[in-house]
């Protein structure tokens, strides 16, 4: 897995296609159904579908920790662009109403070996997605 901490010479953690990160969040209710949004942009402008996130369960104390697979990109010869996907986990906060937490940086993966990288060691990464706002 990738390290979150890793920040390439582009400035923002990068991964590459069939890498698994974690993806964590909190300020849910407890045994809560959180659902996930998925989008994703090739830096060369397409659009991208992203393959749908199955639905987590917030633990006692309201946190979701979850595995995502980066999913593989269009050959480089069909696109060669970087991808930037953004995240958002949503479910009940412990008040009954809506909570929402969002990616904060995108998660920016290379179709190929990413031209900026620094070594990776590392055998989690892990994104914290954060309220944006009124959670």
């Known amino acids: 897995m990738a390290d979150p ?40 402008g397409t659009a991208l ?11 006692t104390d309201g946190e979701i920790d979850v595995a995502w697979t980066v999913p593989a990109a269009p050959a480089v010869g069909t696109d060669p662009a970087p991808r930037a996907y953004v995240i958002d986990a949503t479910g009940d906060n412990p008040d009954g109403g809506a909570h929402t937490a969002y990616m904060t940086v995108p998660l920016v993966a290379y179709p190929a070996t990413a031209p900026c990288a620094v070594a990776d060691t590392a055998s989690t990464a892990r994104w914290a997605l954060r309220c944006r706002s009124m959670c």
């Open 5 to 44: 901490n890793a920040v390439s010479g582009c400035g923002v953690p990068f991964v590459s296609a069939g890498e698994q990160v974690r993806l964590a969040a909190a300020g849910f209710e407890s045994g809560a159904t959180v659902s996930f949004a998925a989008r994703a942009v090739s830096l060369g």
């Open 49 to 59: 579908t992203v393959p749908a996130l199955a639905d987590a369960t917030a633990d």
